[in-house]
Nanobody, 121 residues
């Protein structure tokens, strides 16, 4: 069983910054990628940032230049530094990993429970 625990959400004023953290625990054999998605009310879940095990990154167009994803493979953690926040960044942010629990298991996607980020004055 793999568990993801997110932290760092909250209320911030426009232009401010927040840092989200996610820690994965459990029987993890290998991680292919770790990332962050978000879902605003009435909207579909969308990619925010993705960090592959190779070190390559991918960002959603709306956050490029403002958000930075980083990870620690040894600790199975991934962080999201969010700067210059806008009201439209308000959403529930979900941590996500693509991992195997054993050498022979299928690659599986795991999700955290989500953390609320609200950008408002």
């Amino acid at each position: 069983q793999v568990q993801l625990v997110e932290s760092g959400g909250g209320l911030v004023q426009p232009g401010g910054s927040l840092r989200l953290s996610c820690a994965a625990s459990g029987s993890i054999f290998s991680i292919s990628a770790m990332g962050w998605y978000r879902q605003a009310p009435g909207q579909q879940r969308e990619l925010v940032a993705l960090l592959a095990s190779s070190g390559s990154t991918n960002y959603g167009d709306s956050v490029k230049g403002r958000f930075t994803i980083s990870g620690d493979n040894a600790k199975n953690t991934v962080d999201l530094q969010m700067n210059s926040l806008k009201a439209e960044d308000t959403a529930v942010y979900y941590c996500n990993i693509i991992a195997r629990v054993s050498k022979t298991s299928l690659v599986t996607v795991y999700w955290g429970q989500g953390t609320q980020v609200t950008v408002s004055s």
